[in-house]
């Protein structure tokens, strides 16, 4: 894999080798559903292109030097389309990141930390005062990223998912 990493927007030709991507990426987690358990998440995952078709969403993807894909993010600038369970969708003057995926071969190369600066970079720029994700036990290896990024949890954000924890956290930007 080449050094160079590259964000950007996904291109309508990415949408199912970054569905498939992130299909195996959630269905590897130990401790997270798998797609018998939530066969309707995994489906929203298959078809995660989908989410450029919502106001103010965006798919980014990661991709190597070659053009390989590494792994993707869906951004948020509008909470009302977040779509999560809980609070979050009330949520104003607040970006959103969710579906957070890299490729096993690309994990610990700081992509997802790339993924997840552009998310923040972006929120910058529609000057709003903080950036909201969610994340469970079985993703603390992204937790523990979110917290060095100066993510805090937001206890108010939790939820359950069927039987799944979710945990909510927060980024502030800005004084809101």
């Known amino acids: 894999?080449?050094?160079?990493?590259?964000?950007?927007?996904?291109?309508a030709d990415e949408f199912h080798a970054l569905g498939q991507l992130m299909v195996d990426v959630y269905s590897r987690l130990e401790g997270f559903p798998t797609p018998q358990e939530q066969p309707r998440?995994?489906?929203?995952?298959?078809?995660?292109?989908?989410?450029t078709e919502k106001k103010d969403a965006r798919v980014l993807v990661a991709l190597d030097g070659e053009g390989g894909l590494l792994g993707g993010v869906v951004y948020f600038g509008?909470?009302?389309?977040?779509?999560?369970?809980?609070?979050?969708?009330?949520?104003?003057?607040?970006?959103?990141?969710?579906?957070?995926g890299v490729a096993p071969a690309a994990r610990g190369k700081g992509v997802g930390r790339l993924l997840t600066e552009a998310c923040i970079d972006i929120a910058r720029q529609q000057r709003h005062a903080r950036v909201v994700l969610?994340?469970?036990?079985?993703?603390?290896?992204?937790w523990g990223m979110y917290e060095r990024l100066g993510f805090q949890r937001s206890l108010d954000?939790?939820?359950m998912q069927g039987a799944l924890p979710v945990?909510?956290?927060?980024?502030?930007?800005?004084e809101a």
């Open 1 to 11: 894999m080449s050094t160079t990493l590259t964000i950007r927007d996904i291109r």
């Open 41 to 51: 998440y995994y489906e929203m995952l298959a078809h995660i292109g989908d989410f």
């Open 78 to 100: 509008d909470m009302s389309q977040y779509g999560s369970g809980g609070s979050a969708t009330s949520v104003t003057d607040a970006s959103g990141i969710r579906l957070l």
């Open 134 to 142: 969610h994340t469970t036990e079985a993703m603390r290896v992204a």
């Open 157 to 159: 954000l939790d939820f």
């Open 167 to 174: 945990f909510g956290f927060s980024l502030a930007l800005r």
